[in-house]
């Protein structure tokens, strides 16, 4: 069983920065993807930002220009690194990781609230 395990989020006033970090309890140097999404209140989970195995990226067009993923391989470590934050960036998110031959696991969340 693979453990992702969030940490970053938090308050934070509009216009500012957080990055949000995704720890892996397996060896992220072979995976098919790794990403963010994100779920508010009342809306669907989407996609914020991925990294496909040969560190392809891709972004919601929401957040592009603004926001970054990163990897540490030697740490197991996804990162996101978001900028000039919305009200609308407002929300839970969560980890994604799809393993080759082990399938896909999801993290607990962690709540990003963007404040006036």
């Known amino acids: 069983q693979v453990q992702l395990v969030e940490s970053g989020g938090g308050l934070v006033q509009a216009g500012g920065s957080l990055r949000l970090s995704c720890a892996s309890s397996a060896s992220i140097f072979s995976i098919n993807a790794m990403g963010w999404y994100r779920q508010a209140p009342g809306k669907r989970r989407e996609l914020v930002a991925e990294?496909?195995?040969?560190?392809?990226?891709a972004y919601a067009d929401s957040v592009k220009g603004r926001f970054t993923i990163s990897r540490d391989n030697a740490k197991n470590t996804v990162y996101l690194q978001m900028n000039s934050l919305k009200l609308e960036d407002t929300a839970v998110y969560y980890c994604h990781a799809r393993f080759v031959n082990r399938g896909d696991y999801w993290g607990q969340g962690t709540q990003v609230t963007v404040s006036s």
């Open positions: 990294m496909t195995s040969g560190s392809r990226t």
